[in-house]
């Protein structure tokens, strides 16, 4: 029983989220439309960094910054909003939501820049305490353009987005755990078959409503 406590305990007590996580990583492009007749092509080079705060186990603020470049196109974005993650001990689904800034430079046209939105998610798989790895992060990118008086009309661009690369947690939302500590007695040191003993625990840096519960199953 003391076994299984004490490792339940050690699970939750590195189970505290980090008060801060970084990303770092490979970001690839489809703009997902045209500017005039030139179709947008797919930018297979490019780099993002996304930050979050988080305000608890499941909740943050993610600033994320994106760039994707070519010969021709350049496309660029700094967004921010809300993120929620679902952590789990082997890996951690997420979904996040953000606006912000889509900047679209197109050779021969101009730089254009708008409000632009990013929906979608990924899966973080935990490594250590305080180094990850997101597998897959895949996003829908909208973007708002106007070339005028180059380019007639409005360009609205409805991308795709994939991501991979390391996360580095900083912090813990929540005081240092204490030491687990744990003694027992037992008296009458020495019995006979069938005679009576009682058994004395008591912990230390247990939590007490698990330590309790756990006592008395």
């Known amino acids: 029983t003391l ?3 004490s490792t339940t305990v050690v699970f939750a007590q590195d189970d505290v989220p980090p008060k801060v996580d970084i990303f770092g990583g490979y970001s690839w492009l489809d703009p997902g439309g045209r500017v005039g007749s030139f179709k947008l092509p797919s930018l297979a080079k490019g780099f993002g960094i996304a930050s979050t705060y988080n305000f608890n186990k499941y909740i943050g603020l993610t600033g994320d910054v994106d760039a994707h470049y070519s010969d021709q196109t350049d496309v660029a974005t700094v967004m921010i909003g809300p ?3 679902f952590r789990q001990e082997h890996f951690q689904p997420f979904l996040e939501a953000m606006v912000g800034l889509h900047r679209l430079s197109v050779s021969g046209i101009g730089t254009d820049n708008r409000i632009g939105t990013i929906l979608g998610g990924g899966i973080d798989i935990p490594i250590t305490k305080r180094i990850g790895f997101r597998m897959l ?4 990118v909208y973007g708002h353009h106007n070339f005028f008086p180059i ?3 409005t360009q609205n661009l409805t991308g795709a987005r994939l991501r991979s690369g390391l996360l580095v947690n900083l912090g813990n939302m929540g005081p240092p755990p204490a030491p687990l500590a744990a003694s027992c007695s037992i008296n009458p040191a020495s019995v006979m078959t069938g005679e009576p003993v009682t058994l ?3 912990g230390a ?3 007490r409503g698990l330590f309790r519960r756990a006592c008395q199953r």
């Open 3 to 5: 076994l299984l406590l």
């Open 83 to 85: 993120r929620l993650k």
């Open 137 to 140: 992060q895949a996003d829908y």
């Open 205 to 207: 840096g247990f939590d």
């Open 151 to 153: 380019i007639p009309g």
């Open 200 to 202: 004395t625990t008591v």
